[in-house]
């Protein structure tokens, strides 16, 4: 397969105007922790004091299965922990992630050019289009500043301001408009006092009296899911899925039983196109996507080197090294721009 053949391919898939899903990788290419370093942090820092002695164990039998290797999602569901404990887990990924996102936005102050997903959506937009839909299994907020910098209003499922009520896709209008359906929850989200959510705009520490409202992996997850406003976030992320002419996937494993479903209902049965561009495809994704039953796919992985890619697509059935950066979204842009 040419150069020209794969170019003309990305370029093809990127005019059905793709709805676009953001995993963990898209956050890792700022520096965000990933599920190992969170592992750590966890082990590290997470509030054990006034648990109970059951409570006590099972976090110590939860530590060690991670010491031992096991990743972060395996470990919860190996081992049972109480409500309790899950929110001690969450706080302790709330502070190590919500940090992180801090720096990245003072970064992002002195380098307006830090986002490629600024320039994705501003040539999206230089079309007709009015509306783009972002699915992210992410808790950071990269994803709005990369909005911000471009003009571009974003919809998270609240108000405008900085302390945000729940409010309906409807209730937002702009001339342009981000959809960004965070199926996991966001850094920016609390339950209050009076066990509503809302979202808090830039805040640095917990509020008293408040809970972060991340879904962390384990058994919880499936429970958490089913109450608001997860269920409308998800649900209006199964409607932009379904409704969805072409994907680009940045850094997502597909391993989330969230999007899942949908996505692959519409590759493998309706043929719809999808870019996958990422560090490493997962053997998730391999399965899926390369070894099964997708016929329109592009998907591209680092090779060797960081200037190097490996693309694999559905018009030939060998991959191709391509000696050039196209496995960044930064280095997918210049396929498509």
Known sequence: MSEFDYQK???????????????????AAHGMSGMGALSAH????????????AEN???????????????????????????????????ATWTLINFEDTQIFHKSLQNKAMFPL???????????????????????????????????????????????????????????????????GSLDWFQSPLEDIVALS???????????????????????????????????ADNAITAANSYLCVGYGFNDEHIQPKLMVKCVRQNTPITIITYALSDAAKRLILDNKAQNYLAIERGATN???????????????????????????SLII
Do not use: M
């Open 118 to 184: 600024s320039r994705l959506l501003s040539h999206i937009f230089r079309s007709s289009l009015k509306t783009v839909n972002i699915v992210t299994t992410n808790y950071d907020r990269l994803a709005e500043y990369a909005c911000d910098q471009e003009r571009v209003h974003h919809y998270t499922g609240f108000t405008h301001g900085f302390f945000r009520q729940l409010a309906a896709p409807n209730e937002i209008t702009a001339s342009r408009k981000v959809n960004i359906w965070k199926v996991h």
């Open 42 to 53: 966890l082990v590290a820092h997470t509030d054990i004091s006034g648990l109970s002695a």
């Open 202 to 236: 830039y805040i640095c520490d917990i509020p008293d009296n408040y809970d972060p409202q991340l879904v962390t992996p384990g058994t919880q997850k499936y429970q958490r899911t089913h109450l608001e406003p997860y269920r409308s976030i998800i649900n209006n």
């Open 9 to 27: 391919q990305a370029q093809d898939y990127h005019s059905k105007a793709p709805l676009i899903i953001l995993g963990s990788g898209a956050s």
């Open 57 to 91: 164990n099972a976090w110590g039998k939860f530590c060690q299965v991670l010491v031992d290797g096991t990743d972060l999602e395996s470990a919860l569901h190996q081992v049972t922990v109480t409500e309790v404990l899950t929110a001690r887990i969450i706080k």
């Open 307 to 333: 200037n190097q890619s490996i693309v694999y697509s559905s018009l030939d059935k060998k991959p191709l090294i391509v000696e050039n950066n196209i496995w960044s979204l930064e280095g997918y842009l």
